[in-house]
């Protein structure tokens, strides 16, 4: 697996350097703790501060950060409705902030962290789980697509969406959706030709 499936962007910063074990624990703490904590709009600027940080430690050009988290717009948006509906205004603000900062988080590990650093600490990470009969090779390699996947998702509702815009079509839930599911498992078919083809389909 090369880091042509993925978005892996060459550097030398901090956050490059950092091991790619310690990235991905750090990713799920701050995602967890962001969620338990973040229950209010007044927290929120406290998390974007952190995620900006990171993004400017990382020296990542603005214009792949833009485009990787534009295409949420759309997603965050439906949400965000179903939660003022459901819920109230507040509440919506909270949990599209939350998700939008973990994606972000996301991105900016799969931005700067290749694929074979990453498939290597997470299968250190599971090797302890051999006795219980894992396999922590495969074990890392489902959570590391699922990492990449996310920039690629990503980048599909950007097409669908511009795909949309150039037929001059107005949005609708639906109209976005269905070619997002669609072109969702296209990729996972995807995922699976090369697993196959590598023997790892078992």
């Known amino acids: 697996m090369s880091d042509a499936l993925g978005v892996y962007q060459p550097g030398n910063s901090p956050i490059h350097r950092l091991p790619a074990g310690f990235k991905l624990v750090a990713l799920a703490v701050v995602v967890i703790a962001m969620t338990a904590l973040i229950d209010t709009p007044e927290r929120l600027p406290v998390g974007i501060i952190g995620v900006v940080a ?12 833009l485009a990787s988290l534009r295409p949420l717009f759309w997603v965050v948006l439906m949400i ?34 290749r694929t074979m650093d990453m498939l290597a600490a997470l299968t250190r990470m599971f090797t302890p789980l051999q006795r219980f009969g894992f396999r922590p090779d495969r074990m890392a390699l489902v959570l590391a697509l699922a990492i990449r996947a996310i920039p690629l998702v990503v ?29 969702s498992l296209h990729i996972a078919d995807h995922f699976a030709d090369a697993l196959s083809a590598r023997g790892l389909d078992d």
């Open 54 to 65: 990171v993004f400017v430690l990382a020296r990542l050009p603005i214009r792949v950060v």
């Open 80 to 113: 965000f409705g179903f939660q003022v509906i459901f819920a109230s205004w507040e509440r919506a603000l909270v949990v599209c902030g939350v998700m939008i900062l973990s994606v972000a988080l996301a991105v900016a590990v799969s931005l700067t962290t």
């Open 155 to 183: 980048e599909l509702v950007t097409q669908v969406d511009e795909a949309r815009r150039a037929r001059g079509l107005k949005f609708m839930p639906h109209r976005l959706a269905v070619p997002v599911v669609l072109g």
